[in-house]
């Protein structure tokens, strides 16, 4: 069975200030990660994911994330955020076991951005 | 990337009422389909998983009655909320996967609907 664990619910950073959500992971096998964002009253659009090949993955509007296995972490991080930014960010992990299950969600982190 | 069209996004409808929602992949043929259920301020709950032309498997706790799942093609699978309730008043948010996705587990999702059930 695998879990993902995302421990801040709410994550508020000032504009143009960098940020990091937190993701960590329990697999007793190889994983896919994946990091998604919400915005309000809307689906859920992939931000970016990692497969395999370089643990450092760079995804959509600035942000990027860092796959380390020794502490089944998928850390999200952006530089300097905008208001726009502001929304429901959840980390997302598959066995890849090609099987009818679908990904594992963390909770979610809300981030809000502060003018 | 993919992209999966969801449909209405917002629907009010009367209690005892019955609600369909479409899920469509527009450009890619889905085999497996999720229904996720998104309550205030939380996660998203997995409802039922859909594989076109077999029955729909439900996560425990979904009432199946209730939450028909129909995947009649490789590209359109269907929720219906039957004799809606109050409670059942959420957003639901389909995804899907196609083919070459199947092992990495990713994937797509629509826009999501709103139910109101008055």
């Known amino acids: 069975a695998q879990s993902v664990t995302q421990l801040d619910s709410q994550v508020p950073v000032f504009e143009e200030a960098p940020v990091e959500l937190r993701c960590n992971y329990s697999?007793?096998?190889?994983?896919?990660l994946f990091w998604y964002v919400q915005y309000p009253n809307q689906g859920l659009q992939l931000l970016l994911k990692?497969?395999?090949?370089?643990?450092l993955v760079k995804g959509i509007n600035g942000f990027e994330a860092e796959f380390n296995k020794s502490q089944t972490s998928f850390h999200l991080r952006k530089p300097s955020v905008h208001i726009s930014d502001t929304a429901e960010y959840f980390c997302?992990?598959?066995?890849?076991?090609?099987?009818?299950?679908?990904?594992?969600f963390g909770k979610g982190t809300h981030l809000i951005i502060q003018p | 990337g993919a992209v999966v069209s969801q449909h209405p996004s917002r629907v009010i409808c009367k209690s005892g009422t019955s609600v369909k929602i479409e899920c469509r992949s527009l450009?890619?043929?889905?085999?497996?389909m999720f229904w996720y259920r998104q309550f205030p301020k939380k996660s998203l709950m997995l409802m039922a998983t859909?594989?076109?032309?077999?029955?729909?498997?439900?996560e425990q706790g979904v009432e199946k009655d209730k939450f028909l799942i129909n995947h009649a093609s490789l590209t359109l699978s269907t929720l219906t909320v039957t004799s809606a309730h109050p409670e059942d008043s959420s957003f639901y948010i389909c995804?899907?996967?196609?083919?070459?996705?199947?092992?990495?587990?990713?994937?797509?999702f629509g826009e999501g609907s709103r139910l109101t059930v008055l």
């Open positions: 859909s594989n076109e032309g077999s029955k729909a498997t439900y």
């Open positions: 450009d890619f043929q889905a085999t497996t």
């Open positions: 697999s007793s096998v190889s994983v896919y």
């Open positions: 995804s899907a996967r196609f083919l070459a996705g199947a092992n990495t587990g990713e994937l797509f």
């Open positions: 990692y497969l395999s090949g370089s643990t």
């Open positions: 997302a992990v598959s066995d890849g076991g090609g099987g009818a299950d679908g990904l594992t």
